[in-house]
């Protein structure tokens, strides 16, 4: 148990709170029958902070890049309160899918220009919760609040907008603004947990346990509770089922609430013996899978010492970003024997692991804070993943105090470099 708070502790608050803001806004998602509301203003808002960092230099991870998402976001509200009005041959279900393809297209596009674009698309699908910080939550609560505050004092009005637009157009009232004050606030609430998510995983928490809440409830309130119930239990599940089986967190997550969701379903159809039946297998799966640890994975599993020797050049294993720092193999090692500077940078320059590598400076700037600066610096240039690259941060502004140095603009050349994946 100590282990699952230590790890996983923050990660579970900040899908309380998630789940809290996201479980609201998915009733209503549903009762306006948007349901791509979400993954399309996510996909929108990843492509303000990407144009962001290409146009200004700002990290996709800053208050810079965040609020680039949020502008970008505001102008999405527009856009689907207008044409929510003024198209009236399109639903606006089709508007939102479209808006979607286009904006995934674009982020596809702009990644492409950065290098390590591709493990830039795996870091906004999977997130990086698992890296939350003390920080995070409490911008994510006071995000939140400022978001929630503004949907409960202008409940009245919105109810109108998701319950009787179709008639208040009819009689000559309009309804615009208050539409695109609701995308705002939306915006502004999957802005910010995207940033800390993923999409993946901001998609399941707004409709899923909204959808299953939806089985067996009329009323928004006793929906709400039910919903975000049924989402906290799926999430515990997730997070034991990736801390023993090393699985990415947000799939997990999103896994086991999917499964939920079916076994719902079923519980609506189905007679009650055969769905208990099918509960009790389900959860023997999930013990099972569980308490077998790491023990069924394959051999990719086991550290570098323990692989048996290949006929030709070993290919480096990729590493999840929601593993583990700790490890036990040869280049762990070597960056704890190392005794100075000039180690340090000569093991930087065999590995291409990110997270090796940011061991590496992190050690450096344990050895020598001055030298493991210049060494931190060309890890950030380097472009690396946000987890990594918030790790190394976080060690040169706990070194001394200053502010970590800035990376260099992207250069044509670097698509070429080694990006570290």
């Given at each position: 148990?100590?282990?699952?708070?230590?790890?996983?502790?923050?990660?579970?608050?900040?899908?309380?709170?998630?789940?809290?803001?996201?479980?609201?806004?998915?009733?209503?998602?549903?009762?306006?029958?948007?349901?791509?509301?979400?993954?399309?203003?996510?996909?929108?808002?990843?492509?303000?902070?990407?144009?962001?960092?290409?146009?200004?230099?700002?990290?996709?991870?800053?208050?810079?890049?965040?609020?680039?998402?949020?502008?970008?976001?505001?102008?999405?509200?527009?856009?689907?309160?207008?044409?929510?009005?003024?198209?009236?041959?399109?639903?606006?279900?089709?508007?939102?899918?479209?808006?979607?393809a286009i904006a995934a297209a674009a982020v596809l596009f702009l990644v492409g220009l950065a290098p390590g674009g591709h493990i830039h698309v795996q870091g906004m699908l999977a997130g990086s919760i698992l890296w939350v910080t003390w920080e995070d939550l409490a911008a994510s609560a006071a995000i939140f609040a400022v978001a929630g505050a503004g949907f409960w004092l202008f409940r009245?009005?919105?109810?109108?907008?998701?319950?009787?637009?179709?008639?208040?157009?009819?009689?000559?009232?309009?309804?615009?603004?208050?539409?695109?004050?609701?995308?705002?606030?939306?915006?502004?609430?999957?802005?910010?947990?995207?940033?800390?998510?993923?999409?993946?995983?901001?998609?399941?928490?707004?409709?899923?346990?909204?959808?299953?809440?939806?089985?067996?409830?009329?009323?928004?309130?006793?929906?709400?509770?039910?919903?975000?119930?049924?989402?906290?239990?799926?999430?515990?599940?997730?997070?034991?089922?990736?801390?023993?089986?090393?699985?990415?967190?947000?799939?997990?997550?999103?896994?086991?609430?999917?499964?939920?969701?079916?076994?719902?379903?079923?519980?609506?159809?189905?007679?009650?013996?055969?769905?208990?039946?099918?509960?009790?297998?389900?959860?023997?799966?999930?013990?099972?899978?569980?308490?077998?640890?790491?023990?069924?994975?394959?051999?990719?599993?086991?550290?570098?010492?323990?692989?048996?020797?290949?006929?030709?050049?070993?290919?480096?294993?990729?590493?999840?970003?929601?593993?583990?720092?700790?490890?036990?193999?040869?280049?762990?090692?070597?960056?704890?024997?190392?005794?100075?500077?000039?180690?340090?940078?000569?093991?930087?320059?065999?590995?291409?692991?990110?997270?090796?590598?940011?061991?590496?400076?992190?050690?450096?700037?344990?050895?020598?804070?001055?030298?493991?600066?210049?060494?931190?610096?060309?890890?950030?240039?380097?472009?690396?993943?946000?987890?990594?690259?918030?790790?190394?941060?976080?060690?040169?502004?706990?070194?001394?105090?200053?502010?970590?140095?800035?990376?260099?603009?992207?250069?044509?050349?670097?698509?070429?470099?080694?990006?570290?994946?």
């Amino acid at each position: 148990m100590e282990h699952f708070l230590a790890m996983f502790g923050l990660p579970l608050l900040a899908s309380v709170l998630m789940l809290a803001i996201l479980g609201y806004l998915g009733i209503y998602v549903l009762k306006r029958e948007i349901i791509f509301i979400d993954i399309a203003m996510a996909q929108t808002v990843v492509v303000g902070m990407v144009v962001g960092h290409l146009a200004f230099g700002v990290h996709l991870d800053s208050w810079a890049g965040y609020g680039c998402g949020v502008g970008i976001a505001c102008v999405a509200a527009a856009f689907y309160a207008l044409g929510r009005r003024r198209i009236r041959q399109v639903p606006l279900e089709a508007i939102i899918g479209i808006s979607y393809a286009i904006a995934a297209a674009a982020v596809l596009f702009l990644v492409g220009l950065a290098p390590g674009g591709h493990i830039h698309v795996q870091g906004m699908l999977a997130g990086s919760i698992l890296w939350v910080t003390w920080e995070d939550l409490a911008a994510s609560a006071a995000i939140f609040a400022v978001a929630g505050a503004g949907f409960w004092l202008f409940r009245r009005p919105f109810a109108h907008v998701h319950q009787g637009y179709a008639g208040a157009v009819e009689g000559g009232t309009s309804l615009v603004g208050w539409d695109i004050l609701w995308y705002a606030l939306a915006g502004i609430v999957i802005a910010w947990a995207t940033r800390i998510a993923g999409i993946l995983l901001i998609f399941a928490f707004l409709i899923v346990p909204a959808v299953t809440s939806a089985l067996f409830a009329r009323r928004d309130g006793i929906r709400f509770v039910i919903g975000w119930g049924f989402g906290l239990g799926a999430t515990v599940v997730g997070l034991l089922f990736a801390d023993r089986l090393d699985f990415s967190v947000g799939p997990s997550i999103s896994l086991f609430l999917v499964v939920g969701l079916a076994l719902a379903a079923v519980s609506r159809v189905w007679p009650r013996p055969l769905t208990v039946a099918l509960c009790l297998v389900a959860a023997a799966g999930v013990i099972v899978l569980v308490g077998m640890g790491g023990q069924g994975l394959p051999v990719a599993q086991q550290t570098a010492d323990e692989q048996p020797a290949a006929a030709g050049p070993a290919l480096p294993s990729p590493v999840s970003p929601d593993a583990s720092a700790a490890g036990g193999n040869g280049i762990e090692r070597k960056i704890q024997a190392a005794e100075s500077l000039s180690e340090l940078r000569d093991l930087f320059a065999e590995v291409t692991d990110p997270q090796f590598r940011a061991d590496i400076v992190c050690r450096a700037l344990e050895l020598d804070p001055a030298g493991g600066r210049a060494l931190a610096r060309q890890f950030l240039d380097a472009e690396p993943p946000l987890f990594f690259r918030r790790r190394v941060r976080e060690a040169l502004e706990a070194g001394d105090g200053a502010p970590s140095p800035p990376p260099a603009p992207a250069r044509q050349n670097d698509q070429d470099a080694p990006s570290g994946s």
